[in-house]
């Protein structure tokens, strides 16, 4: 059974899936630990609910990026992950957190990446007169949201959706695929190598599945 530390900084429906797929037994994992950057977000509720060892460690305690990353990574490191998930953490990560999980650190990012990296995703799409958005699941690389992708899920935008339907509408999606990818990596079906993806020992088609 895989090992998996979960950072999160906001609602945490995501975690909320990944947990009820490890409890379901669909994930050959277990979430050891969940890590916040915010004091107080929902995620953090959810992970005690489910009787999951949480921390908190704000980054305003910290002097640096760099300083703050090692604090997490000391702390994630006491469990000896063999995954690790960014599932709404909205942290840019250092060069050195990131080379420290080379090829065990997934993340989500609510777009059709390449499309539309950073912040304010769905707004963007819908300014930019798009039809449709999605969400993707990569590895993480030091490139910001731009390492091997894995797998996307596309959604469409209607003439008459608020930045809020669309966000909807992205988080239904990523509560299948999400669960599903990590699955694939517990059961030792999914890898990085050379910044490429590969399922099966397939390469992973730059645009991703899906
Ligand atoms: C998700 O939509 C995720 O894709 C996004 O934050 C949301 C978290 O929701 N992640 C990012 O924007 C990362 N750049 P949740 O807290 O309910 O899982």
């Not at 305690?61 to 300083?67: G, H, K, L």
């Not at 990085?192 to 899906?210: C, E, F, T, V």
Request: charged residues 20%; hydrophobic residues 40%; aromatic residues 8%.
């Amino acid at each position: 059974m895989k090992k998996i530390v979960v950072l999160v900084s906001g609602s945490g429906s995501n975690l909320q899936a990944i947990i009820d797929a490890c409890q379901q037994h669909q994930i050959n994992g277990q979430v050891v630990a969940v890590i916040s950057n915010k004091a107080g977000v929902y995620a953090l509720e959810r992970a005690s609910q489910a009787n999951i060892p949480t921390h908190v460690i704000s980054h305003h305690d910290y002097p640096s990026r760099e300083i703050f990353d090692q604090a997490v990574a000391t702390i994630i490191d006491t469990y000896h992950p063999d995954l690790i998930i960014l599932a709404g953490y909205m942290r840019i990560l250092t060069p050195d957190f990131v080379d420290h999980y080379a090829g065990k650190m997934l993340n989500i990012h609510p777009s059709l990446l390449p499309k539309y990296p950073g912040l304010h995703t769905h707004r963007r799409a819908i300014e930019a007169g798009d039809s449709e958005h999605g969400t993707t699941i990569h590895f993480v690389t030091q490139e910001l949201d731009g390492g091997p992708i894995i797998l996307q899920a596309k959604v469409p935008i209607f003439a008459d959706d608020e930045e809020q339907d669309v966000i909807d509408r992205i988080l239904v999606q990523e509560h299948q695929i999400y669960p599903l990818v990590i699955k694939w990596f517990c059961d030792n079906r999914l890898k990085m190598l050379n910044d490429a993806a590969y399922l099966d020992d397939k390469r992973i088609p730059a645009s991703g599945y899906g």
